[in-house]
């Protein structure tokens, strides 16, 4: 019991130092980068001139950003609560955004220019362009809102049995729309990708506009290498075979093809993190330093 207290009250100053390390290199990071910016703006002419030519609002923007940039960096070493704040502010900005947006988007030309048209019209849609058939459209429009309302006795004390049924009919329209497009766009284009001549020919066409056919020596390539690796594929998820023999050979062969996709799809994935890392950097000496 007393080793235990004995650790604790030992473990406290050891947290404020690396608390006031943490602060105290922030600090110091955020000056080193100001005396920066002060030294390559005297330095140079254009730069001044056009940091100068920027606006107060500008400025201020470029900083807030640059600081909540440095803030979400800073969980690189530690949680803490700079990088709270930054995370904070992220999540409630979009939040924010996206509320907004989605209300001019979708609540103000779907729903209330339905039910007054004349009104969303006059105070928020000028280029509001009438309907042919305003009875109609209004009570389509009842359907949303009713359904709308009962999603909002979520938040009441009692009853909230009432918002599953907008819930249910959100997620099964989704559910529905969402697997009629993967269908069309994955499931179908993906076996009429896989049905294509293996031997592949080339049209050319010459001066005269004589068109002739040439054997195209990577199109057959690659036609046969998507017929092995979906038929290889397939069989490695084909359970009611032994995988021996034969078929183990394909599903080991299928295993490469899996293997090499998924790795695609990640270096693809990391990439684009990258991308947006370079863009931040970017952001931080060219625009908020003035480097570049």
Known sequence: MNDSMMNSTDEKPATRRRSSFLWFSLALLGISLCVLRVAVASQ???????????T??????IWVAAFMTLGIFSFLYKDNPFYKVCESV??????????????????????FAKLSPTLV?????PSLTPSETPGLE????????????????????????????????????????????????????QI?????????LETTTDAAGVATRSFDF????????????????????????EHKGVVGKSARLGIWFLMITFGGAFGLTV??????????????????????
Not at 45 to 54: D, I, K, Q
Not at 220 to 240: A, M
């Open 138 to 189: 209004f009570a389509l429009a009842l359907v949303p809102l009713a359904l709308g309302g009962m999603l909002l006795w979520r938040l009441a004390p009692k009853g909230q049995w009432i918002s599953v049924w907008p819930i249910a009919m959100v997620i099964g329209v989704t559910a529905g729309l969402r697997l009629v497009s993967a269908v069309e766009s994955d499931f179908l284009a």
């Open 56 to 61: 107060l609002w500008e400025s201020i923007g």
């Open 271 to 292: 990439m684009g993190r990258i991308t947006l890392l370079a863009q931040r950097f970017e952001f931080l000496f060219k625009d908020w330093l003035g480097i570049g």
């Open 90 to 111: 992220l999540i409630g900005v979009s939040a924010a955004y996206w509320m907004v947006s989605a209300f001019w988007s979708t609540l103000v030309p779907q729903l």
């Open 44 to 54: 140079d002419g254009a730069a001044a001139s056009a940091e100068a030519a920027r």
């Open 192 to 200: 009429s990708a896989t049905m294509r001549p293996l031997i592949a």
């Open 218 to 241: 990577w199109g057959t390539v690659g036609g046969f290498v998507g017929v092995i690796g979906v038929l290889s594929v397939l069989s490695y998820f084909l359970f009611s075979i």
């Open 121 to 125: 019209k006059s105070y928020a849609m």
